[in-house]
Each structure stands twice: as structure tokens, then as C-alpha cells.
């Protein structure tokens, strides 16, 4: 099961993406400012880090700068308002930033992706086929796909 840390001192945005993942199958701790999400990742070494720019305690590229230290690669993920403020990006080592607020399904496959090539969190099962729609009885007229519209009645 992969494992998250998700980052962020807004507690909505904690909700929702502990939620989130772990409907997906990963396995998810929190933090709310910067020496928790150090405190954190020592303990829980998570796979991937999901984090906000802005949060208290030093910020998130302090957060950065502290793991990298401690050569710890785990990719980052910061997830912010103003992605432009992260500067030079190829610089940084196993590192992506999105644009706040992030659609859900591009989060998701930004994660796959620093998880390493797209991989699903989870085995994904196949949903079954529909049933095949019925055939019309023998005399039954189909339904006209393009009805005429409702009649009008004066006033």
C-alpha cells in the first residue's frame, strides 16, 4: 500500500485529501506545519509528499530543504497558490508543484506519477460489463430519438 503525507495548516484541505487517498488505497498521515511534516515523514517515510508552500513553522521549502539534507528523495508535491514562487523547479531534486485549487483527477495522476510511472495505488477491478439492451417484441415501434417538442397552450 502506498503511503502519503499530506501537508497543509488549512483543515479542509487536510479532510478532503485524507479522504481522498485513502479511498484510493494509500495509506495517509497529516501534518499542519513544517517541523511536524519533518517529524512525520522520519517516522512514517512516506512515499510521496503532498504539501503547501505556506505553512507555518518555516514553510514548505523548508520542509524541502531539511529532508534533502537528511538524503532523504521522497518526492514532493507542492500543491499552492502560486506555483511561480517555487522558482526553478529543475533544480530542485524529485520535485512538481500544482496550481490550488487542483482538480482532483490531475492530483491523483501527478501522485501515480512520482510514485513511478503512472501505477494505480491500488488493484483496480474491472466493472462488469452493461447488460445488452432489450430487443423490441415483435409490432413494438422504438422510441423516436428526436420527439417533437411539447405543445404550447395560450395564456
Known amino acids: 500500500m502506498p503511503k502519503i503525507l499530506v501537508v497543509d495548516d ?5 479532510d478532503f485529501s485524507k479522504e481522498f487517498f485513502e479511498d484510493a488505497g494509500f495509506e495517509v498521515r497529516t501534518a499542519d506545519t513544517a517541523p511536524a511534516a ?11 509528499i503532498l504539501q503547501d508552500l505556506n505553512i507555518p513553522g518555516g ?4 520542509v524541502y530543504e531539511t529532508l534533502r539534507a537528511q538524503r532523504d528523495l521522497v518526492p514532493i508535491i507542492f500543491s499552492t497558490g502560486k ?5 526553478d523547479l529543475s533544480k530542485m531534486v524529485n520535485v ?18 512520482q510514485l513511478g510511472g503512472g ?6 477491478q474491472a466493472a462488469p460489463p452493461p447488460p445488452p439492451a432489450p430487443k423490441p417484441a415483435a409490432g413494438d415501434r422504438p422510441m423516436n430519438p428526436n420527439p417533437p417538442p411539447p405543445p404550447r397552450f395560450p395564456r
Request: net charge positive; glycine share 6%.
Open 10 to 14: 488549512i483543515p479542509a484541505i487536510v
Open 38 to 48: 519533518i517529524n512525520m515523514q522520519q517516522q512514517f517515510k512516506a512515499d510521496v
Open 83 to 87: 506555483p511561480e514562487t517555487l522558482g
Open 96 to 113: 512538481s508543484a500544482l496550481r490550488k485549487p487542483t482538480d482532483p483527477d490531475v492530483l491523483m495522476a501527478e501522485v501515480r506519477k
Open 59 to 62: 514553510g514548505g521549502l523548508f
Open 119 to 124: 501505477r494505480p495505488a491500488a488493484p483496480a
